[in-house]
């Protein structure tokens, strides 16, 4: 099929579904215990130039843990997918994990500004990028969940956005309507919290859901992080709500309080003191370094970067906060 | 009675143009306390979504995130992106409002770089975000920003998301969902629509204490003026009580 | 877009997105109560010619109560989508409602063997059908719900199933692997039945889902049926769980029991003797007749139904079947 | 120890090609029956699944429908079409078990008509369903099916599902996914595989009582034979003990 118009942009990930078809079938199916820890989980799962996704959105129920733990272990080359990544860019920039970055919002967090080091990082040069939107990724993604190669759109056309990305124009044979044509994107590996799981890798979550299903039957590989592990009794008791089945996963990480500094629905909100101590703090690079060796490099795991920053009474405010209790104001 | 700041007179006009049981795609700060300003003093009935996947929640303070829990605060659903954003492309949702570091004559917004360069740019902005997308699907597109030369630029140096592209019927070839696109933009000076025919840029209202000169003054491209520019009606007392002491009391918006 | 190959299928309804963006810019955003008696909702909602879709799986949580009155109301020259359509197909029919048929899977009752009446219907020559597949519909309305005219998928090629459809075959810009473009289905008309739905119509649904998030989503008009009316403070207590929205929705009619005699996950379960006795009666077409005067014509409505049918005990029954209560047995 | 009927034979027959760690998508009646035999007896890891969104449930009696609550009883997730055939799609399903009217050399199947006017059949059948898809994207289809040479068509007079089309490299160049296809056909008399190249079907083992001749006689077109023609095993006491006692107590299926 002939294109009417291309981007320049590059496609990091293969788009070909008999290929991801060949890895799919060597992927196990056995129903088996997945539990490790995340240092385990990203040493087995997370591998230099691999292309990364990290679930939730930006500050919101992201898998922290696993972000900390690819910039303690050093990974490099890495692919990303920017698909509003706020916080979690910040912590990948920091590590400069990355390489390559499918851009569709990143550098800022939202009303809280921009990141001074990811702007740096992005602006150095070090870093090649294909622009696209949010929608566009999640298309990318559903696309590859649904095991073809694309899927058509209707946003980009006529916008520079479209000229740097890796898409192509295409008309629909029934209509004639114009589509953006969004290649299947399937990463080789991808984190995603959830608020519970099984031992098998079974999951359940509340609140929005961003594109996260569809990243977990994309991915190769996939790390999920649970707020709280659950018997597979009770995944058993009600079917209904499953979100991601535990032939998509392959390790499964207890990690409560796993978004924080981001906030988890009905959990607890986010710690925007600590953020903001993080923003600031990135505007001087040397004092930067200092705090990444505190809160990333010198922590032997998530729970001791969450006690230097608070512990657990800190959680029980932000809990508070979450639900709007009224001492969430003191 | 102009006891009131720019910020506070532009999220006041273009909450007026949310009427009830309409539908928009908001975003964080000003958006999101216009939307909710036009919920509570005249569009009850106004549904109000975020592209992360909130939908209809009873808003109980401000949102730092598109995606945070106060977007799906006691909500009617909390779904994903891909619910929102094809809620938008079925023809679902009336508004969204959006900005940029440049906006140009045809509505066209820049949220990704200053610099010539893509792959080593002067400036890096975050990009589209949901952006693109919903400049894209929904009927009508506003924008509220500041008014300087700077930001209303000849030419964006990215267009990251549709306007009227470059006027005439260029946007309806260019395969973009039929009869959406850039419907009002408020600034601290100004009201401004669309010419019809050539889809420029037209002054329709100015606000008070400016002139049709300083809105000119402070854009980087000339504009259009309607048959009749009015003057833009001042906030009232009960919008500024609902906007200051419901929505907004800790001035994280309208202290700016 | 050139296609390689076309189906000689028709297209019962129109693919064209901005159409339908058309219509939609139109429908009600209002949150205002939309409950109403399945009598008035069909009156209002179902008209003669229009093209219908019925949610479930043919005798698993289906609308029968909008069936039945669809028959009752006498509606005529409707298009209807065979999406695993069995029980339903079957009652459909009985009125002669359809003339042409989006068939994926039709005439059937799964284990319980063909429906006779049925079959005389469709092999009488009144009825034109298209060729697809259950998961060809299940994109065409994907590809609906999504706002475009169509997506593709990697099925139906190399078969008379496709030379029957009204798909076209197209290639990926990027892989150059072929797909079945199968073109968007917006209904005119559909009717799902959920376990809870508040006034406005936001549902929630538990057990198998189909393709029921997406018929909401692709349809003009859309009836709801409930098991229960629950009120909209339940809705907003958790909003995770909400899986049609009420914009999506013109009518709520609360009909316990509505997908009796099929099957209501957690529920009941079906009532395999009424099934048999109805495919049984179905032979004869003179006794065929005074079992639907009984069972549909003379009925006021749903409950009615049921009660010249075992009513409560039945009910009861079946719902100790629905959880293999011991006593089921009996 | 021929204390066994043809349907409980296949059905054993059937389970056995069913390895521990496998997943397969199969329908009501005998397919069921097999995997459900295959889990309970060999291979504990055999992940079922079912089209209409049910997901490894423990069964716990024979599904009259592929959608009924049987198919989600504790199961692990209760999902939708799209869920289950893109899973298939994506390349994560080994097996899947189907049926027909006709099949021919190649494994195509017809389950949707008799007779030659297709708006007007002789006899109309359900039509794919969701078989068409099964046969596309599971890796290995398998069919069980009674052999009478009405059945096994040179012929079929609509193809619903495909088998390897026209056999030789005609289903690689359809566009359908590469590697999956029609696997071994399983009847009353015999098992039957798919010669390497020219993708016809081929006698592999006959049955007890049964000889090359029989299955030929009960078979519409020529078939190829294996170098090795085995004799296929009879159910052993503990299958038929799982069969009878647990699986189907009411002989529903094997039964018939």
């Known amino acids: ?84 990544s706020t916080h979690d860019f910040q912590i990948l920039c920091a590590g400069e994990v990355f ?95 959830v608020h519970e799981a099984d031992i098998y890798g079974n999951c359940r979550a509340r609140g929005i859901t961003v594109s996260d299903f569809d990243v977990a039957r994309a991915s190769k590989r996939l790390i999920i992080t649970c707020e ?55 505007e001087d690079p040397v004092e930067f370094k200092k705090f990444l060796e505190k809160n990333i490099y010198s922590c032997k795991d998530h729970f001791e970067y969450i006690e230097k920053n608070g512990g657990i009474n800190k959680l029980l405010k932000l809990r508070d906060k979450e639900f709007m209790f009224v001492k969430a104001r003191d | 009675m102009a006891d009131y700041n720019t910020m506070e007179l532009m999220i006041c006009t273009a909450a007026r143009e949310l009427e009830d049981g309409a539908s928009i795609v908001v975003g964080t700060g000003a958006p999101n306390a216009a939307a909710m300003l036009a919920q509570k003093a005249h569009s009850p009935n106004l549904v109000i979504l975020f592209e992360a996947g909130g939908a209809a929640p009873l808003i109980p303070e401000m949102p730092i995130s598109v995606g945070d829990s106060r977007t799906t605060w006691k909500a009617l659903m909390a779904s994903g992106m891909c619910e929102i954003m094809e809620t938008c492309c079925r023809g679902m949702i009336d508004y969204t409002f959006l900005g940029g570091a440049q906006i140009d ?50 030419k964006c140096q990215f267009v990251t998301s549709p306007g009227w592209l470059t006027g005439g019927d260029s946007r309806a070839k260019s395969g973009l969902p039929r009869g959406a696109g850039p419907y009002k933009i408020i600034t601290n000076m100004a009201v401004m629509d669309f010419e019809p025919e050539s889809k420029r ?48 009391p800790y001035r994280y918006v309208i202290g700016r």
């Open chain 1, 99 to 193: 390489n390559r970055v499918d851009v569709a919002y990143i550098v800022g967090l939202e009303a809280r500004g921009l990141s001074p080091n990811a702007r740096r990082y992005m602006e150095s040069g070090k870093v090649e990028v294909s622009e696209w939107t949010n929608y566009s990724l999640s298309v990318r993604f559903k696309a590859a969940a649904a095991g073809v190669s694309f899927y058509p759109a209707r946003n980009m056309m006529g916008t520079d956005t479209f000229k740097y990305s890796g898409a192509k124009i295409i008309e629909c044979p029934f209509t004639g309507t114009r589509y953006v044509a969004q290649p299947a994107l399937y990463p080789d590996v991808s984190a995603i919290h």
């Open chain 1, 228 to 282: 709280r592990l659950i018997a597979n009794d009770e995944i058993r008791r009600d079917p209904s709500y499953t979100v991601i089945p535990y032939w998509c996963v392959d390790a499964v990480c207890e990690v409560p309080y796993g978004s924080y500094p981001g906030n988890m629905y009905a959990e607890y909100f986010s710690d925007e003191e600590h953020i903001r101590e993080w923003m600031k703090t990135e």
């Open chain 2, 201 to 248: 840029m037209r002054i329709i209202a100015v606000n008070p204490g400016y002139s049709e000169k300083d809105v000119q003054a402070n854009c980087g491209f000339e504009l259009l003026k309607a048959k009749q520019i009015v003057e833009n009606k001042p906030p009232t007392a009960r919008e500024l009580s609902i906007l200051r002491d419901e929505i907004d």
């Open chain 1, 1 to 84: 099929m002939e294109s009417i118009e291309q981007g320049i942009g590059k496609i990091f990930t293969d788009p070909d579904p008999d290929n991801a078809r060949a890895f799919f079938r060597t992927k196990s199916r056995k129903l088996e215990s997945k539990v490790m820890s995340v240092k385990e989980a990203v040493e087995k799962f997370v591998h230099d130039g691999d292309y990364l996704t990290l679930g939730g959105f930006g500050a919101n129920r992201v898998p922290i843990a696993v972000a900390h733990e690819i910039v303690r272990q050093g990974r490099k080359k890495m692919g990303f997918a920017g698909h509003t």
């Open chain 2, 105 to 154: 004559m045809y509505g066209n917004l820049n949220s990704t770089r200053i610099g010539p360069d893509h792959q080593k740019p002067k400036v890096r902005f975050p990009g589209s975000g949901g952006a693109n997308d919903l400049a894209s699907f929904c009927w009508r597109m506003l924008v509220m920003t500041p008014q300087d030369s700077k930001r209303f630029a000849e």
